[in-house]
C-alpha cells in the first residue's frame, strides 16, 4: 500500500509537475528558516541592547532614590520581558541554560563593576533567570528575566497559504504549457493515416516546438508522396495489363472449343478480376475523388439490401433508425458492399445492423461464418492477405475486399474494425463520425 502511494507517476507531466514542486517548495522552506533564523537573532540583539541599557538606567534609578521611594518606583520599571523587585526574589539554581546564560552576560555587562550581580535560575515554566544586586545602601534588589518567543502574526498562516496556493498553480501552468505541445504531436501522430488527408501541424510557438512542427508536416509530405508513387504504380501496372489480357481472350475466344479453352478463359477473367480490385484498390486511397452529398441512411441501406435480395442474396437488416448524414455515398456503398459479399462467401448470409451511440454512426455487417483467428485480425485488412491459402477466387478472392473497404473508410473520415462474435462469426464495423 505505501509502496503504490510512494510510486513515481507514470506520465511525465505528473513526473515534472513534482520535480518542480519538491524544489520550489524546498527553495521556499529554506528561505522561510534563513528569514525565521534571522528574524529570531535580530529580535534577541535588540532584546539584549534594550535589556542592557534599561537595566543599566533602572538600577541607577533606584540606587538614587530614598529606600521610602522606591516601592511606588519599581512598577513603572516593569517590561513585558523583565521586571524589578525589592528583596532577595525567590530561591532559584546556579545551573544556567545557554540562553539565561547569554542574558546574564549582558546584564553583568551593564551593571559590574559598579553593581556586583548574582544569577540564579527559577524552574518553570517558563524558565525565569533571577539577578541579585545590592544597593548603594545595602538593599537588595532582584532582576527578573521571563524571555519569550515573539508572537506570530494572526495573519502569517493565511498568507503562507496563499502563497502555497499560487505556487502550485504556477508550477501545474508551466507543466501544462510544457508539456501541451507534446500532447498535440501525439494527438497529431494518431490521426496520420495512409489514405486520410493529413492535418498540418501549426508551426508556432518556441523554437523547439516550431522546429518539431515543421519536421512532422515534413514527414507527413513524404508519407503521402511515397503512398501516392505506390498507387500509381499499383494504377498503372492494373491498367497495363487489361490491353494484353483483352488480345488473350479475343485469341482463345477464336480457338478451338473444348475443355482447355474452357479452362484459358477462366484464368483469364480470375487475372481480369484481380486488375479491376487492384485498379479499385489504388483509386480507393484517394476517396476525396467524390464529392460529399447528404445521404438519408436509412433509405440509402435498404436499396443495397433490396439489390442483394433482387439477386436471390440472403441479406437481411435489423430496424433502421433515421439518420441523414453527409458522406460520400459511392465510397459508402462499395464499403458495404465489399463487406456484405465477404460474408455471403464464407457464411452464405449477411445481417446489417445501423446504431448511433454518442453522437457516432455505427454500420455493422454481421455473419455466421468461421471468423477470423484473433491475431489475423489487423493483417487481413492488408492488401492482398487471404486466409484460405487455395488461391481460388471461388474461395479465397483477391485478397482485396477488405483492404479496399479499409482505405475508403480512412479515406471518407471514418474506420473500419474487425472482431469475432462471441456465438460464432464475424462482425465487421463501420464506424462514421
Not at 525565521?36 to 539584549?48: S, Y
Not at 513524404?222 to 503512398?227: M, S
Not at 487475372?271 to 464529392?291: K, M, Q, T, W
Not at 451511440?357 to 484473433?374: E, K
Amino acid at each position: 500500500m505505501m509502496a503504490s502511494l510512494l510510486s513515481w507517476p507514470g506520465s511525465l507531466r505528473g513526473r515534472l509537475f513534482l520535480i518542480l514542486l519538491a524544489g520550489l517548495l524546498s527553495a521556499q522552506l529554506f528561505s522561510f528558516v534563513v528569514i525565521t533564523t534571522e528574524r529570531d537573532q535580530t529580535a534577541r540583539a535588540i532584546m539584549l541592547t534594550t535589556l542592557q541599557r534599561d537595566v543599566a538606567v533602572a538600577v541607577a534609578l533606584l540606587d538614587r532614590l530614598p529606600p521610602s521611594q522606591r516601592p511606588e518606583w519599581v512598577p513603572l520599571l516593569d517590561r513585558p520581558t523583565y521586571r524589578f523587585a525589592l528583596g532577595s526574589g525567590s530561591p532559584g539554581s546556579a545551573m544556567l541554560s545557554s540562553r539565561l546564560t547569554m542574558i546574564a552576560n549582558e546584564i553583568r555587562t551593564a551593571l559590574e563593576p559598579r553593581f556586583p550581580v548574582r544569577f540564579d535560575a527559577v524552574s518553570g515554566p517558563p524558565d525565569r533567570l533571577q539577578g541579585h544586586v545590592a544597593l548603594s545602601d545595602g538593599s537588595a534588589l532582584t532582576i527578573v528575566v521571563q524571555p519569550a518567543h515573539w508572537p506570530v502574526a494572526s495573519w502569517l498562516p493565511v498568507a503562507l497559504a496563499v502563497q502555497l496556493l499560487v505556487l502550485v498553480g504556477c508550477v501545474w501552468f508551466a507543466v501544462r504549457l510544457a508539456v501541451w505541445p507534446l500532447t498535440r504531436f501525439v494527438q497529431a501522430a494518431d490521426a496520420l493515416e495512409p489514405g486520410r488527408p493529413a492535418t498540418r501541424f501549426a508551426e508556432a510557438g518556441p523554437d523547439e516546438v516550431a522546429r518539431a512542427a515543421r519536421a512532422l508536416n515534413a514527414m507527413q509530405e513524404r508519407v503521402a508522396r511515397h503512398l501516392d508513387e505506390r498507387v500509381r504504380i499499383l494504377a498503372a501496372i492494373s491498367h497495363d495489363l487489361q490491353t494484353p489480357i483483352t488480345r488473350m481472350r479475343l485469341r482463345v475466344e477464336t480457338g478451338v472449343e473444348g475443355p482447355e479453352q474452357d479452362r484459358i478463359l477462366g484464368d483469364l477473367e480470375a487475372i481480369e478480376a484481380l486488375v479491376r480490385e487492384g485498379i479499385a484498390y489504388a483509386r480507393s486511397v484517394h476517396g476525396d475523388v467524390e464529392s460529399p452529398a447528404r445521404l438519408d441512411l436509412r433509405a440509402f441501406l435498404e436499396s443495397i439490401v433490396f439489390d442483394y435480395q433482387d439477386t436471390g442474396r440472403d441479406v437481411v437488416v435489423s430496424a433502421l433508425p433515421e439518420v441523414t448524414i453527409v458522406t460520400r455515398p459511392q465510397a459508402l456503398r462499395r464499403i458495404l458492399t465489399n463487406l456484405i459479399d465477404n460474408a455471403i462467401r464464407y457464411a452464405g448470409r449477411a445481417e446489417l445492423d445501423l446504431r448511433i451511440t454518442h453522437g457516432r454512426i455505427s454500420i455493422a455487417v454481421l455473419d455466421r461464418g468461421p471468423g477470423i483467428p484473433a491475431d489475423k485480425l489487423d493483417a487481413v485488412l492488408l492488401p492482398f492477405v487471404r486466409l484460405e491459402r487455395s488461391r481460388s477466387r471461388e474461395t479465397g478472392g483477391t485478397g482485396l475486399g477488405l483492404a479496399i473497404a479499409d482505405q475508403l473508410a480512412s479515406a471518407i473520415g471514418g474506420r473500419l474494425t474487425l472482431s469475432n462474435r462471441p456465438s460464432g462469426g464475424l462482425k465487421a464495423v463501420v464506424t462514421l463520425s
